[in-house]
């Protein structure tokens, strides 16, 4: 990401039947409300307080 000079992204991979991750790409405008839905996991908040403070 900071290589990048992201302070966001949605990173997609695939896991392999054998067990290895692969990746496929970043998305800087990527979706993760549904993540949010199906774990309740506060990611808008988190998400909003990292990019409110500019951080990397």
Same mark, same amino acid.
């Given at each position: 990401?900071? /290589?990048? @000079? %992201?302070?966001?992204? &949605? +990173? /997609?991979?695939?896991?392999?039947? @054998?067990?290895?991750?692969?990746? =496929?790409?970043?998305? &800087?405008?990527? *979706?993760?409300?549904?993540? $949010? /839905?199906?774990?309740? &996991?506060? +990611?808008?908040? *988190? =998400?909003?307080? +990292? %990019? &409110?403070?500019? $951080? %990397?």
């Amino acid at each position: 990401m900071a /290589d990048l @000079d %992201l302070v966001y992204g &949605a +990173l /997609d991979f695939v896991v392999r039947p @054998d067990g290895e991750w692969v990746f =496929l790409e970043i998305n &800087a405008g990527g *979706q993760y409300g549904w993540i $949010e /839905d199906e774990t309740g &996991a506060p +990611l808008t908040g *988190q =998400l909003a307080d +990292l %990019l &409110a403070k500019g $951080e %990397l």
